[in-house]
């Protein structure tokens, strides 16, 4: 899938990042970034995304410091200088893209602020989708942080085609602060969707089962809304490794609760357990399976580990466990000496951690409201449950 990747403030640049340092040392390269922020400091400290693709705003009215936790001010800088966004963008250039995938920590002020305004504008600019890959603040992070991000999904969730969310407080570990965890948990978001972007290349790896296309991923998420990512991989009983392998070999640490060895075992046996593992373990959202409307089954690994039976069964039994209307699936051929299943989630309609912000949201903009503060007009201040 042929994907345009726009970073926005510092959390959504760093994951970009990390994209592109990824897809540089590919023969082939399909993705395209931008980054852009308030902060120039935060831009220099990007390390993969080109100098002239890092676009600072904002310069005269926060002469690039940042606007903090000001998502405010992030959404009105972003009103007045879209155009040198749009331009950007044009000058890197959109012929062939499929998509186009807005990344943004959902807390703090430029990415919080900024990304519906630049969503609203994609939309009404191109006709390729428009999806928002957007990192959730645990508590920890503080409660104006929660205001923020429950403001700007209410209006993300309204202008994207699909919203990816990944919640950091799922995903940090117990006792560890949310500073230390940072740089892995960018790992953990990349590793996962990075395959799933990844899909349907197709060219040099082998002939798959029934290989996926962005079509499929475009279909699957055309209902919009939320949606969530599981992912389990293990690794095969051979230690042949062709030259594709560190497609999850560079975001994997050596021992993970996620691996395990299935020496031995059925190839359609191992990708119906996969599937499970990734569906019933630990999501980028968690949420009530249940109520998902539509999902895609992703399997990559080797060309002679994908079994078209055992995609089929998987495929069953995601339908039967999210009670969905619709189950897309395919493999996505690469030489490694793993095997991962992808899982993606679309539109659901129930996650605990979304309720948390919009309660929190709903407290906050009472007090606001008490102390007769005024309300900015290019966020939503529509908190009403987003289900």
């Known amino acids: 899938m042929k994907v345009f990747f726009i970073g926005f403030g510092q959390a959504g640049g760093k994951v970009v990042d990390l994209f592109v340092g990824d897809d540089l040392k590919r023969e082939t390269h399909h993705f395209r ?3 852009v922020n308030t902060a120039r400091t935060d831009l220099m400290g990007l390390s993969h995304i080109a100098m002239k693709n890092r676009i600072l705003i904002g310069q005269t009215v926060v002469k690039g410091h940042g606007v903090g936790t000001d998502n ?5 800088i972003t009103a007045e200088e879209i155009d040198s966004i749009m331009s950007a963008i044009d000058h ?5 893209i499929e998509a186009f995938v807005v990344i943004a920590g959902l807390g703090g002020g430029t990415g919080s602020g900024g990304t519906p305004v630049l969503v609203r504008h994609l939309k009404q600019t191109y006709k390729e989708p428009v999806y928002v890959l957007g990192i959730v603040p645990a508590p920890e992070e503080g409660r104006l942080y929660s205001y923020n991000a429950a403001r700007s999904l209410a209006t993300i969730v309204k202008e994207a085609d ?12 117990e006792g560890e602060s949310i500073q230390a965890a940072f740089q892995r948990l960018n790992l953990e978001l990349v590793r996962r969707f990075n395959i799933l972007f990844r899909s349907g290349e197709g060219r040099g790896r082998g002939v798959g089962e029934m290989v996926v296309d962005s079509s499929e991923i475009i279909n699957t998420l055309k209902t919009g809304g939320i949606s969530s990512v599981g992912y389990a991989k293990s690794e095969l009983p051979f230690e042949e490794k062709g030259v594709f392998g560190n497609l999850f070999d560079r975001f994997s640490q050596k021992k993970e609760n996620d691996e395990e060895h299935l020496v031995g075992e059925d190839k359609s046996a191992r990708i119906i357990s996969l599937v499970r593992r990734a569906v019933l373990g630990r999501l980028t959202l968690p949420c009530d399976i249940t109520t ?3 999902a895609l089954v992703l399997i990559a690994g080797p060309p002679q580990e994908l079994d078209r039976k055992g995609i089929e069964k998987a495929k069953s039994w995601v339908s039967e466990t999210i009670n969905g209307v619709e189950v897309r699936g395919g493999d996505y051929p690469v030489q ?3 095997i991962a ?11 605990p951690r979304i309720d948390e912000l919009i309660a929190i949201a709903k407290e906050i903009k009472e007090m606001k409201e008490k102390r007769k503060d005024e309300v900015g007009m290019l966020l939503s201040d529509d908190v009403e449950p987003l289900f």
């Not at 890197?92 to 062939?96: C, F, K, L, R, Y």
């Not at 699909?162 to 570990?173: E, G, H, Q, R, V």
């Not at 299943?341 to 996650?351: D, H, K, M, T």
């Open 33 to 35: 970034a931008l980054a």
């Open 72 to 76: 405010e001010t992030g959404a009105r």
């Open 92 to 96: 890197i250039g959109t012929h062939e």
């Open 162 to 173: 699909n919203t990816f969310l990944f919640d950091n407080s799922a995903w940090k570990a």
């Open 292 to 294: 998902t409307e539509r």
């Open 336 to 338: 490694s000496r793993f």
């Open 341 to 351: 299943a992808v899982v993606l989630l679309a539109s659901v309609r129930n996650a």
